[in-house]
């Protein structure tokens, strides 16, 4: 004997799998875009210049947070490498 489906059964399980791989983009795209470690990367540059365009008197201590943020800036720019493999 055949077994009868309702429409809303169906219905339902068409919304679920269109939900679930919407979610699936979602969460491709978010892995593939790393908005925060991009804006932090600018955020680090931007702190950079600005030591750059202060005086040198600092005692070598705005020298020493040029390279601080040097590393920052490679450590950010690996760990987007890395997220995006």
Same mark, same amino acid.
């Given at each position: 004997m055949a077994k009868v489906i309702s429409r809303g059964a169906v219905l339902g399980f068409a919304l679920g799998m269109g939900v679930a791989l919407?979610?699936? +983009? +979602?969460?491709?795209?978010?892995?593939?875009?790393? =908005?925060?470690?991009? +804006? +932090?990367?600018?955020?680090?540059? =931007?702190?950079?210049?600005?030591?750059?365009?202060?005086?040198?008197?600092? =005692?070598g201590h705005r020298e020493a947070a040029m390279g601080l943020i040097d590393q920052a800036i490679v450590q950010v720019k690996e760990g987007i490498a890395f997220a995006a493999r």
């Open positions: 919407a979610g699936g +983009a +979602a969460i491709t795209s978010a892995v593939a875009y790393q =908005g925060d470690m991009e +804006a +932090a990367l600018e955020q680090l540059r =931007g702190a950079r210049a600005s030591l750059e365009r202060a005086t040198p008197n600092k =005692g």
